[in-house]
T-cell receptor
Framework: GAVVSQHPSRVICKSGTSVKIECRSL??????MFWYRQFPKKSLMLMAT?????????EQGVEKDKFLINHASLTLSTLTVTSAHPEDSSFYIC??????????????FGDGTRLSIL | EDKVVQSPLSLVVHEGDTVTLNCSYE??????LLWYKQEKKAPTFLFML????IEKKSGRLSSILDKKELFSILNITATQTGDSAIYLC?????????????FGQGTILTVHP
């Protein structure tokens, strides 16, 4: 149980393109989903928390207009990297946590999206 | 500022060895501490620790939390090559209902045959 699917797994595109990444909880509902970024040989850095039906909460230093998050349903959150540039190249990972409110369930992660901007 | 420090940063052992991975933390609004294993792709959940002194076990892996001294350890006995991975420690913190994970830099474990 607690499977999170992330798509696509790999994107290579030209500078200036916008890229959409999907994160789905396959066998549970997730009021809250999380988006992380991971640089080579570094740990995961939380970018934003996505709440179903409301605006995302962004971490300090993360541009809201650059990284658009939509959480339209209890099983789907999307991250759109707008007008991507080479410095946006990274490994993006989403996670979702079963339950609502102060659930004691752990976050489960998708397989990540490797984004390469040429 | 929240701080999570894992040690060692990397570790190379042979199959059959026992390893202990350390995680110390200084965070506000601590709720629990989670351990994850990351191989090539996304982290997979290992343990969630909320109470001090209660060991959690899963096969050859075990973990314990000390909330007074602010650290946790992850033990792996009789290591196998399949245990090679990055092990991440992440306190769950925050005043919101969902909290947020703050990850340490990870310990890279390499197990040789």
């Amino acid at each position: 149980g607690a499977v999170v699917s992330q798509h696509p797994s790999r994107v290579i595109c030209k500078s200036g393109t916008s890229v959409k990444i999907e994160c789905r909880s396959l066998d549970f509902q997730a009021t809250t989903m999380f988006w992380y970024r991971q640089f080579p040989k570094k740990s995961l850095m939380l970018m934003a928390t996505s709440n179903e039906g409301s605006k995302a909460t962004y971490e300090q230093g993360v541009e809201k207009d650059k990284f658009l998050i939509n959480h339209a349903s209890l099983t789907l959150s999307t991250l759109t990297v707008t007008s991507a540039h080479p410095e946006d190249s990274s490994f993006y990972i989403c996670s979702a946590r079963p339950g609502q409110g102060e659930s004691n369930q752990p976050q489960h992660f998708g397989d990540g999206t490797r984004l390469s901007i040429l | 500022e929240d701080k999570v420090v894992q040690s060692p940063l990397s570790l190379v052992v042979h199959e059959g060895d026992t390893v202990t991975l350390n995680c110390s933390y200084e965070v506000t609004n601590f709720r629990s501490l989670l351990w994850y294993k990351q191989e090539k792709k996304a982290p997979t959940f290992l343990f969630m620790l909320t109470s001090s002194g209660i060991e959690k076990k899963s096969g050859r892996l075990s973990s314990i939390l000390d909330k007074k001294e602010l650290f946790s350890i992850l033990n792996i006995t009789a290591t196998q090559t399949g245990d090679s991975a990055i092990y991440l420690c992440a306190p769950l913190i925050g005043g919101t209902s969902y909290g947020k994970l703050t990850f340490g830099q990870g310990t890279i474990l390499t197990v040789h045959p």
